[in-house]
């Protein structure tokens, strides 16, 4: 079966060359002063990564510039956009950050109240 929200589940790179967003996977872990998020986007640059913290969920968006078309032998990932949506646990809605180094997104929100809507910036490392 089909679930657009797991990245290796069968049917997800279809549902990429159709136009949906391909599924970013997560790593997330907690510390003593935060949450961390980590994602791997290879191929992407930070000016096209987007990270969107609103009530208790961090959105991840991303876009891959295609390169010129080719006659593929074989095709098992597309360019184009990629988005994650991730509930994040209670206690977790204060200031946050963006870094994002050899191909990882490293997002990082402090404990705290949830805040309002913010989009944070990612910085380039």
Known sequence: MSDPSNPTSPGAGEAAAAG?????????????????????????????????VEGRTATISAAMRSSAP??????????????????????????????????????RIVRGPTGATRTLPVVAK
């Open 70 to 107: 080719k006659d593929y032998l074989l095709h098992e990932w597309h360019y184009g956009p990629y988005e994650r949506v991730v509930d994040l646990p209670d206690g977790f809605g204060g200031d946050g950050e963006a870094t994002f180094a050899n191909g990882q997104l490293a997002v």
């Open 20 to 52: 949906a967003p391909q599924a970013v996977p997560v790593n997330m872990y907690e510390t003593e002063q935060a949450l961390v998020l980590v994602a791997p986007l290879p191929g992407v640059m930070a000016d096209d990564v987007e990270v969107v």
